[in-house]
């Protein structure tokens, strides 16, 4: 909205004119974002507290300190982040690009379904939300129609082949396979955000980074001059979902204030569905699905501790971890929360400077 409306008003007033960069225009969604959530946070907190009574349901089959410390904290934190970024990306984003709906649609798609799991959840005191299967279901209609937007507005030879971090000119044409692919990243990466939603800020900063990583990848890509600088397959229009970007990181920022441990609130499905979908849909948008992998490589490790470990006890009865996600596993041997959360966040930001890297090395 802002930037139609001070893009109108630049012939009269040329200082406006700054509102044409995305650089500045990411700078304020960063900042509105943030201040959004902050103003608005405590607010909600108190509203959600009452609505929710006991809070969010604790697993039974969960660490037994989650049950005592955890007990009675509010869940449903993600309509914090969501607000915060649909309010900052509709001021700040060109909203004739139409990547950037696409990705809104993911993301408030994604957030409807963990909006109602979190509700029934409360609703029904109980850990488990609705049909797993249903819930699925609704997210791959949700991320098919995303990425067939994605391949309509997209360059013919590019918008249904697979890039490759490293690599230069190699493309994997996928033809009409290529939208299975893409929605099982984008559905894949919702669920895996979700998986590493289960300590006070463990998920939320990893995500921040992975959106800050790709808030520079998409600017890059989006821009002619520096994509050709760096051997990266241009892609006309994308650069605009920097500003999106920036609005998660602001967001995030603001939530964290208030989930930094000891949690006032979690996020719940809410917004690590939302979430994860989202960063889905950008990296699935640029053609980097395997740059977020890395990136993202910590949700790839606490998703595969759950796969192994499920397929482990299933056929041999036993376990390779002592609980999962992986996070989990480390609380069983002893370690203290903080230190599992601050080591993962390490960890991200090792992994992000590793996908960061795959923009030079060609």
């Not at 991320?143 to 690599?167: H, T």
């Not at 290529?178 to 998920?203: C, E, H, K, Q, R």
């Not at 000891?262 to 960063?279: E, Q």
């Amino acid at each position: 909205m802002l930037y139609h409306l001070m893009l109108s008003l630049s012939e009269q007033f040329s200082a406006l004119n700054v509102f044409r960069y995305i650089t500045f225009r990411t700078g304020g969604a960063i900042m509105t974002a943030l201040f959004f959530v902050f103003l608005f946070g405590p607010g909600i907190i108190a509203m959600l507290r009452i609505k929710q009574g006991r809070g969010q349901p604790i697993r039974e089959d969960g660490p037994e300190r989650h049950i005592v410390e955890k007990q009675g904290t509010p869940t449903m934190g993600g309509l914090m982040i969501l607000t915060g970024i649909v309010v900052s990306t509709l001021l700040w984003a060109d909203l004739s690009n139409l990547y950037v709906w696409a990705v809104l649609f993911v993301t408030l798609g994604f957030g409807a379904i963990g909006f109602y799991d979190d509700y029934l959840k409360v609703t029904r005191s109980t850990a488990g939300g609705f049909s797993g299967k249903v819930r699925l279901l609704l997210e791959f209609i949700i991320a098919g129609i995303a990425v067939f937007v994605f391949m309509q507005i997209g360059k013919p030879e590019l918008s249904r082949a697979l890039a490759f971090p490293f690599l230069k000119e190699t493309l994997l044409q996928l033809g009409v396979l290529f939208l299975p692919f893409a929605v099982l990243v984008i559905v894949g990466s919702g669920n895996a955000v979700n998986l590493t939603d289960g300590l006070d800020g463990l998920a939320i900063v990893p995500v921040m980074i992975a959106a800050a990583s790709f808030g520079l990848i998409v600017y890059l890509v989006g821009n002619a001059v520096f994509a050709n600088y760096l051997q990266l397959h241009f892609v006309k229009g994308s650069g605009e979902l920097s500003v999106l970007c920036g609005a998660v990181v602001g967001a995030g920022l603001g939530f964290l204030w208030f989930n930094a441990p000891p949690a006032m609130i979690f996020m719940g499905d809410t917004g690590s569905l939302s979430l994860g979908g989202a960063l889905g849909a950008v990296a699935v948008a640029v053609k980097h699905e395997f740059v977020l992998a890395i990136v993202g490589g910590l949700f790839v490790l606490e998703t595969v501790s759950v796969i192994v470990q499920v397929i482990s006890f299933r056929l041999t009865g036993r376990r390779v971890f002592r609980m999962a996600p992986l996070h989990h596993h480390f609380e069983q041997k002893g370690w203290k929360e903080p230190t599992i959360v601050i080591r993962f966040w390490i960890i991200s930001v090792v992994l992000a400077l590793i996908g960061l890297a795959t923009l030079k090395l060609r």
